[in-house]
């Protein structure tokens, strides 16, 4: 069994930042790709960044490319999403991932609430 906890959300104005953190546990974070996903009530949940154990390989989402940053601390089994000039579209409940590529991901997080106002 493997443990996401996520912090770091917050209520912020529209061009403000976040960062974002999940702390993994119960597991070794070895060979783990994390990953990031968001929410927002009545929507689907959608893809926002990846990225692999090594950190050699990182994927994110049209909409937050240039403005997010995927990164973790393996020696603290930790990822982070850096979040900067943020719009009211960034809205959601942000979940932490994890699996073995950063395509298939097989453990998640509870949330953590993001939101910007206009």
């Known amino acids: 069994q493997v443990q996401l906890v996520e912090s770091g959300g917050g209520l912020v104005q529209a061009g403000g930042s976040l960062r974002l953190s999940c702390a993994a546990s119960?597991?070794?974070?070895?060979?783990?790709?994390m990953g990031w996903f968001r929410q927002a009530p009545g929507k689907e949940r959608e893809f926002v960044a990846g990225?692999?154990?090594?950190?050699?390989?990182?994927l994110y989402q049209d909409s937050v490319k240039g403005r997010f940053t995927i990164s973790r601390d393996n020696a603290k089994n930790t990822v982070f999403l850096q979040m900067n000039n943020l719009e009211p579209e960034d809205t959601a409940v942000y979940y932490c991932?994890?699996?073995?590529?950063?395509?298939?991901?097989?453990?998640w997080g509870q949330g953590t609430q993001v939101t910007v106002s206009s």
């Open positions: 991932a994890a699996g073995g590529s950063l395509r298939r991901y097989d453990f």
């Open positions: 119960g597991r070794t974070f070895s060979s783990l790709a």
């Open positions: 990225i692999s154990w090594t950190a050699t390989n990182t």
